[in-house]
């Protein structure tokens, strides 16, 4: 795979960011919180040190995906950076990132560091030794201390570290209206949970709603949850190999998890309907929890749901009004088995100024900046929960924690042709169930 026939990927992944978050514009700094100025005290201690006690001065070009607010609260994580090194961070946020990066790397002027959730991409420009080994930049006892094996196995190849992740998405939550909904809180199983589920299907309030619709990528929320069930059902080793194209599409384990998310989106399961689900954008699917005649119960998708549907509905009150629990096992053989998504920070020009930036992001210290920002988790494993004031993340952080191991979800790490098949397929299932067969060989074909 040549890196300009990833460009696509990046636009895609890119674009999906830009969506999931898309929300936030308006209504979302209601949710910016301030840190502790003892944790930007120990972030600017960090940030000297990072860089060797020196005043570098200078700057660092970063290239990534953030806008508006998001980059707001970024930019006040590299902000103590900046203050202790006198280097100027100057990052530069678009939606075209993959087009800005080629015609960045064409004219011999990539920026230094690269952000982006792009990690399959990421994985692909490193083969090409054009990313800088980050083990010898941090350091192997940095690098373990502050980050759990699979997160630093996913930004690796070769056993050389090509990516850190800076901030982390925790998947497959069942959000819930804590004022409607009377089901487990605590299911031991999916079936369980689906059990009860089932004694509600074709009443006046639908176990699910789901929706699916999502412009050009349409369809990720089916695919990311099937990934999400393929890996907690078929296990960690057999997810790797299916997504390095080692087990084909057609497999058994991968029909099982289609069938499994089949089980959820079932005509007489789903709010509206199967029509509905294929024509409501996944940013307004959870709606029908909190309209004054609620109309469905559950509804599953990553932490950034909580911000998209308190900016909906800003006074529901976290616990009361709304809250989530983590989606059961799917199987007893892979228990505590939780996937994430997330940006990674990768260096493109190794330079006194960003080999401290790098070395910084990498701290604990960081790393609590990007917890006390209210929309991140922190992807470092020595972040204390507390820090987090927003209610949903700290509970997110306290569900990863327990984790018996986090992994990415697979079609992150795949080419996008790939990627699109699967999106597609997602629509193409959930029309119509009776198909799967070729619609898993049509994925394979893409492969």
Request: charged share 25%.
């Amino acid at each position: 795979m040549t890196f300009r026939s990833t460009g696509i990927a990046l636009i895609a992944t890119s674009l999906l960011v830009a969506a999931c978050s898309s929300s936030d514009s308006d209504t979302s700094e209601k949710r910016e919180v301030e840190a502790p100025a003892s944790a930007v005290d120990a972030a600017e201690k960090a940030a000297a040190e990072a860089a060797d006690g020196k005043q570098l001065g200078g700057k660092v070009t970063m290239l990534g995906v953030l806008g508006g607010a998001e980059l707001d609260a970024f930019e006040s994580v590299v902000e103590p950076f900046e203050k202790a090194t006198g280097v100027e961070v100057q990052y530069e946020g678009t939606r075209d990132f993959a087009a800005v990066l080629q015609t960045r790397v064409d004219g011999g002027n990539p920026p230094d560091v690269v952000a982006t959730p792009a990690i399959g991409e990421m994985a692909a420009f490193a083969e090409q030794g054009k990313l800088v080994n980050l083990r010898d930049v941090v350091g192997d006892d940095v690098l373990d201390a502050n980050f759990s094996k699979s997160l630093l196995e996913t930004g690796s190849l070769d056993d050389e570290v090509f990516g850190i992740f800076n901030s982390v998405n925790l998947g497959g939550l069942i959000w819930y209206n804590p004022q409607v909904y009377d089901g487990p809180t605590d299911p031991q199983s999916w079936d369980e949970l689906q059990e009860w589920a089932r004694g509600k299907a074709g009443s006046d309030i639908a176990p699910w709603c789901v929706g699916l619709e999502s412009g050009a990528a349409s369809g990720w929320p089916a695919a990311d949850f099937i990934d999400e069930i393929l890996l907690r059902q078929a296990g960690p080793e057999f997810h790797q190999r299916w997504r390095e194209g080692e087990e084909p599409w057609t497999s058994p384990e991968v029909k099982q998890a289609f069938e499994t998310y089949g089980g959820m989106v079932e005509d007489d399961m789903v709010y509206g309907g199967t029509t509905t689900v294929l024509s409501t954008n996944f940013a307004k699917a959870a709606n029908p929890m909190f309209t004054e005649s609620p109309a469905c119960y559950l509804h599953e998708q990553a932490t950034f749901m909580g911000g998209i549907i308190t900016d909906s509905f800003p006074n529901l009150k976290p616990g009361e009004d709304l809250d989530f629990f983590p989606a059961p096992d799917f199987n007893p053989e892979f228990p505590g088995v939780r996937s994430i998504s997330g940006e990674i920070v990768g260096m493109i020009n190794e330079t006194p100024q960003s080999t401290a930036l790098v070395k910084y992001l990498a701290t604990r210290e960081a790393g609590v900046l990007i917890a006390s920002t209210g929309r991140w988790l922190s992807p470092n494993k020595n972040v204390d929960p507390s820090i987090y004031r927003d209610a949903f993340l700290k509970k997110a952080s306290e569900v990863l924690a327990d984790s018996e191991g986090t992994y990415s979800l697979g079609n992150a790490l795949m080419p996008q042709t790939e990627v699109d098949a699967f999106w597609k397929a997602g629509l193409d299932y959930t029309k119509d169930p009776e198909d799967l067969d070729s619609i898993l060989e049509t994925i394979q074909q893409a492969r």
